[in-house]
């Protein structure tokens, strides 16, 4: 095996190479954001919803599961409990957000009428380059003639224009590694925006795909690149916004930080992706 990228980790160093570095190489801490909480327990609840017998698929079964799956994500990280209280929110409005968020939900499908094929599924597929492609879809449904359909669950806005490109390169990903597990291409693929209650679809063809293939693995030739040269150059943007490294990245004034020794091989060991 030549490494390993998810899509998550791709998008990064697409973002910024130095994020990249400062995820994969040097694993510096990042400081929870109620956001990033709030989608992953909204993911856990969609993803639980279809354990239900489909007529009890409702926003109120959902409401009710909110809480449970917000104790269990802190009982398993207790230091989440810190982002409330003092100037962060507080908890019952987080949750009433959650309640917000969720219930979108139910204006976009009816879960009632769905039976998902496989819910959090981890893919991995080895290209010929020997590149492993790895990473978690939130759901696959498969139709009575074989179509394949993948969706994934944004509890944020759908993207403005100029970072469409962006969203719809991870789902292309995901449907690579679908395409050379299964030998289907996937019919379509659907990103679930919660945050502004709008689904934006896409139909790949095998074209697509071979260039997805293309652009994955020239992405890892710059990796490499960097990974061999050092040059882990930052790249500003709008997006700065919400990154957690402005203390070491000298577009903010911070200090970035030696390399570890001996310096890792790069090899994206995450599989968990963006649940935003």
């Not at 810190?82 to 507080?90: K, R, Y």
């Not at 993948?150 to 962006?166: L, Q, V």
């Not at 969203?167 to 690579?176: G, H, I, R, S, T």
């Not at 063809?205 to 994955?216: G, Q, S």
């Amino acid at each position: 095996m030549l490494g390993a990228l998810s899509p998550s980790r791709a998008g990064d160093f697409m973002t910024c190479p130095l994020m990249y570095r400062f995820r994969t190489i040097d694993r510096l801490p990042e400081e929870p954001s109620p956001d990033a909480v709030r989608g992953t327990v909204v993911h856990k609840v969609l993803e639980d919803l279809f354990d239900l017998p489909a007529l009890d698929r409702t926003p109120d079964r959902a409401a009710d599961m909110l809480v449970p799956a917000w104790d269990a994500l802190l009982e398993a990280e207790p230091a989440l409990a810190e982002m409330f209280g003092g100037e962060g929110p507080d908890v019952a409005s987080w949750l009433a957000s959650c309640r917000t968020v969720l219930d979108r939900y139910f204006d976009l499908e009816d879960p009632r009428r769905l039976e998902p094929a496989e819910r959090e599924l981890y893919v991995e597929a080895l290209l010929d380059s020997r590149l492993l492609l790895r990473g978690f879809v939130d759901r696959i449904d498969i139709a009575p003639d074989g179509r394949i359909r993948i969706s994934d669950y944004k509890t944020g806005r759908s993207p403005g224009e100029g970072f469409e490109a962006k969203a719809l390169f991870q789902m292309k990903f995901y449907a690579l590694v679908v395409w050379r597990l299964r030998g289907v291409v996937p019919s379509m693929l659907q990103l679930i925006y919660l945050g502004n209650g709008e689904i934006v679809r896409y139909e790949p063809d095998e074209d697509d795909l071979r260039a997805t293939e293309r652009k994955v693995e020239a992405l890892w030739a710059a990796i490499q690149l960097a990974q061999r040269t050092g040059d882990w150059r930052p790249s500003p943007s709008r997006l700065c916004d919400w990154c957690s490294y402005h203390q070491f990245c000298p577009t903010k004034g911070g200090t970035v930080p030696p390399l570890p020794e001996p310096v890792p091989q790069v090899a994206d060991a995450s599989t968990d992706e963006s649940t935003d």
